[in-house]
């Protein structure tokens, strides 16, 4: 079945660490997306990129690293820098650079927590 | 800066019942206004909204857009325990490739 596979789906840290959330589509989407999810601020877009081996920073891309070295991956690493790393990770993929359609395909989502 | 704000933020009403649910916008170069229903982790589509004044419909869920007061409702008629959910709405920016999303409304229906 085509879809976006996220993992993992919880992930627990020591403060300081990095860590590398994936992502993964099998839909032959171009374009995909990073959001982060906080109670009560909805998404809040973090890198996206339209092409391989290009990507662009959203609204909250501090503390936050990207690469897109295959159509099919579009990994997430949540440095040491990121202060509040805490948060619902989602990923997402559109068919191209427009957003004609209106349909974001979203993973499951990782859930990471920081102690 | 870019907005949309949802209201409310948090709704609680019994199965049966009609609700409204609303979303303002505040964007440069305003293209399309999307509606997203969260119930566990991956949001799914439910409306994307372009021209002022035309309802979408889908089942109970029914939407529309107001492009000169800037804002969208979503209605849910008839409500069922299976709407809970949270619902989410995003205004598409002309030529960006990118969505601004609202806080969310989380709807909890009670039996």
């Known amino acids: 079945d085509g879809g976006i596979t996220q993992s993992p789906k919880y992930l627990f840290r020591k403060e300081g660490q990095n860590v590398t959330l994936s992502c993964e589509q099998n839909l032959n989407h171009d374009a995909m997306y990073w959001y982060r999810q906080d109670p009560g601020q909805g998404l809040r877009l973090i890198y996206y990129?339209?092409?391989?081996?290009?990507?662009q920073k959203g609204d909250i891309a501090e503390g936050y690293s990207v690469s897109r070295e295959k159509k099919e991956s579009f990994p997430l690493t949540v440095t040491s820098a990121q202060k509040n790393p805490t948060a619902f990770y989602l990923c997402?993929?559109?068919?191209?650079?427009?957003?004609?359609?209106?349909?974001?395909?979203f993973g499951e989502g990782s859930r990471l927590t920081v102690l | 800066e870019d907005k949309v704000v949802q209201s409310p933020l948090s709704l609680v009403v019994h199965e049966g019942d009609t609700v409204t649910l609303n979303c303002s916008y505040e964007?440069?170069?305003?293209?399309?206004l999307l509606w997203y229903k969260q119930e566990k982790k991956a949001p799914t589509f439910l409306f994307m909204l372009?021209?002022?004044?035309i309802e979408k419909k889908s089942g109970r869920l029914s939407s529309i857009l107001d492009k000169k007061e800037l804002f969208s409702i979503l209605n849910i008629t008839a409500t069922q325990t299976g709407d809970s959910a949270i619902y989410l709405c995003a205004a598409i920016i002309q030529g960006a490739q990118k969505l601004v999303f609202g806080q969310g409304t989380r709807l909890t229906i009670n039996p």
């Open positions: 990129s339209q092409i391989v081996n290009d990507f």
């Open positions: 997402a993929s559109s068919l191209g650079i427009n957003i004609v359609t209106g349909e974001l395909f």
């Open positions: 964007v440069t170069n305003f293209r399309s």
């Open positions: 372009t021209s002022s004044g």
